[in-house]
C-alpha cells in the first residue's frame, strides 16, 4: 500500500479557500487517490476520488499532477461547519483503504 | 437509504471483561469492514469480509479479537478478553463491492472504555 503524508492540521478563516497537499510518492499505475472527511463522535464520510488531472464535485476539488506523486484537495471558501480531519488514501480495487492520521482543520469566524 | 447501524453506541467496561459490537450494513451491500480508532489516529482496519468470508483480517489481533459475519449481512467483533488499550472507536463500513475504489460508508462507531 502506498504511504500517503500530509500536514498534521491548518487553520483557516471563514470564506477562504483551502488546500490540503498529500504526498504519495509511491502510488502504484492502477491506485486511486480518495479523500475522506471526519467529524467528531462520527465515521469518515467519503468526498472525493480521482486518478489524475481534476476532478470536482459539488463539495470540493481534486488537483492530482501528472507524476501523480502528490494530490490537492481544494475546499472553496469554507465555513465552520468544515472544521473536520481530512483523510488522503491511495488504493485500488481489491484492497481495503489504509487511513493516516489525517489533517485536522480549523475554520474559524 | 437507511446507513449502516451500530450499536452499542457506547461502552464502558473493565479490563478482561468481555464485549461485543453489533454492524448491520447498508442493505445490498457485500462488503463489510470492521475498523478501530484510537484517539487522535484514523481509523485501522482490523478486519474485512466480503459476503460471509474473510478477505482480510492481518492486523486483527487474534488472541483476544473474533469477528464473524455468518450469513453475510450483519456482523459481529468480539474482545475478549479486553486490555486497557483496546479503548477507541470501533467503525463499521461497508460497500457494494469489493476494493477500495467502493466509497465505504461508515457508521456512526462504536465508543469503547476499558477501565
Known amino acids: 500500500l502506498a504511504k500517503t503524508t500530509q500536514p498534521i492540521s491548518m487553520d483557516s478563516y471563514e470564506g477562504q479557500e483551502v488546500n490540503i497537499t498529500c504526498s504519495h510518492n509511491?502510488?502504484?499505475?492502477?491506485?486511486?487517490i480518495t479523500w475522506y472527511q471526519q467529524f467528531p463522535s462520527q465515521g469518515p464520510r467519503f468526498i472525493i476520488q480521482?486518478?489524475?488531472t481534476k476532478v470536482t464535485n459539488e463539495v470540493a476539488s481534486l488537483f492530482i499532477p501528472a507524476d501523480r506523486k502528490s494530490s490537492t484537495l481544494s475546499l472553496p471558501r469554507v465555513s465552520l461547519s468544515d472544521t473536520a480531519v481530512y483523510y488522503c488514501l491511495v488504493g485500488n480495487s481489491g484492497y481495503a483503504l489504509n487511513f493516516g492520521k489525517g489533517t485536522s482543520l480549523l475554520v474559524t469566524p | 437509504e437507511a446507513g449502516v447501524a451500530q450499536s452499542p453506541r457506547y461502552k464502558i467496561i473493565e479490563k478482561r471483561q468481555s464485549v461485543a459490537f453489533w454492524c448491520n450494513p447498508i442493505s445490498g451491500h457485500a462488503t463489510l469492514y470492521w475498523y478501530q480508532q484510537i484517539l487522535g489516529q484514523g481509523p485501522k482496519l482490523l478486519i474485512q469480509f466480503q459476503n460471509n468470508g474473510v478477505v482480510d483480517d492481518s492486523q486483527l489481533p487474534k488472541d483476544r479479537f473474533s469477528a464473524e459475519r455468518l450469513k453475510g449481512v450483519d456482523s459481529t467483533l468480539k474482545i475478549q478478553p479486553a486490555k486497557l488499550e483496546d479503548s477507541a472507536v470501533y467503525l463499521c463500513a461497508s460497500t457494494l463491492t469489493s476494493g477500495g475504489l467502493e466509497t465505504q460508508y461508515f457508521g456512526p462507531g462504536t465508543r469503547l472504555l476499558v477501565l
Open positions: 509511491n502510488i502504484a499505475t492502477n491506485d486511486y
Open positions: 480521482g486518478y489524475k
